[in-house]
């Protein structure tokens, strides 16, 4: 774990902190669009779900990075797959392994609930993204995401 750094569960009063950090990651993501309101409902949401989680990490008693983590049933593995999202370390404490702390946490989060694989996605122009993930034991795949807004 990074120095100083611990992470545990989101609550109610970090969701504005969250919105922010969200602003950050959104904002290099070209797939996805800042809305606090509509970012702020998706939090509420995650919240509300058994098998989600909103990890929180923090350092100097603020809240400096965050993941989320939702279970879902996979037939190609038998078994639950956590999927993971919302991965960002504010600006000026990436690189002290907090991102890596948040994963670590994220992995005995899904292990704890007898999931069998970890899942994200990635921008494929996010090279320093991609590279974390690199280190952090992902392996890449050819599967392409696909979506259709239904609203
Ligand atoms: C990607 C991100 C979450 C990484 O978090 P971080 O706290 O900076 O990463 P850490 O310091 O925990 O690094 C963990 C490992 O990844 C490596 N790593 C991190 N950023 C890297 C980079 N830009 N290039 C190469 N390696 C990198 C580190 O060297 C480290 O390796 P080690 O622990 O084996 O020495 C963070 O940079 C970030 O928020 N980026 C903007 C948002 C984003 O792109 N999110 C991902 C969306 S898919």
Known sequence: MAEGVTVREGRAEDTQA?????????????????????????????????????????????????????????TARGGLSAGIEDVVVDQVWRGRGVGRALLVAAEAWARGRGAVRLALLADETNLPALDFYDRLGFARTRLVWLAKALD
Do not use: H, K, N, Y
């Not at 939090?43 to 098998?51: A, E, H, I, Q, Y």
């Open 18 to 74: 969250l919105t922010t950090l969200l602003a950050q990651l959104f904002a290099i993501e070209a797939d996805f669009a800042i809305d606090p309101a509509v970012q702020t409902r998706g939090l509420r949401l995650l919240g509300t779900r058994p098998d989600a989680v909103i990890l929180v990490a923090e350092a100097e008693g603020r809240v400096v990075g965050m993941c989320t983590v939702q279970l879902t049933a996979s």
